[in-house]
């Protein structure tokens, strides 16, 4: 199983970003995917996921501004991240498991990359 993370980079406050995450070696519609993220000096914690059936789970700091997506006939799921703030600054990991995900990390997850967002102000 392969997670490629992509997407990240220099923003502003405000601005926005969109993380692409695709995966390989899975039956994709069957996983639910999630977004992870690890600021410096920080724990690494969970900041969306979506179920194999669409369903999604947001952490409270990114409600309203950021949005989980898949698009199973690419095996590709989406984090798009708007009104970014200094606080999302962070790698962040896409992460797949077989079950529902949670904020903590299973040993049977598949862990992609991680893809770096600096946000500055």
């Known amino acids: 199983v392969q997670l490629q993370a992509s997407g990240g980079g220099l923003v502003q406050t405000g601005g926005s970003l969109r993380l692409s995450c695709a995966a390989s070696g899975l039956t994709f519609s069957s996983y639910a995917m999630g977004w992870f993220r690890q600021a410096p000096g920080k724990q690494r914690e969970l900041v969306a996921h979506i179920t194999s059936f669409g369903g999604s789970y947001y952490r409270n700091s990114v409600k309203g501004r950021f949005t989980i997506s898949r698009d199973n006939a690419k095996n590709t799921v989406y984090l798009q991240m708007n009104s970014l703030k200094p606080e999302d600054t962070a790698v962040y990991y896409c992460?797949?498991?077989?079950?529902?995900?949670?904020?903590?990390?299973?040993?049977?997850?598949?862990w992609g990359q991680g893809t770096l967002v600096t946000v500055s102000s």
């Open positions: 992460v797949s498991r077989r079950t529902i995900i949670t904020a903590l990390p299973d040993e049977n997850d598949y």
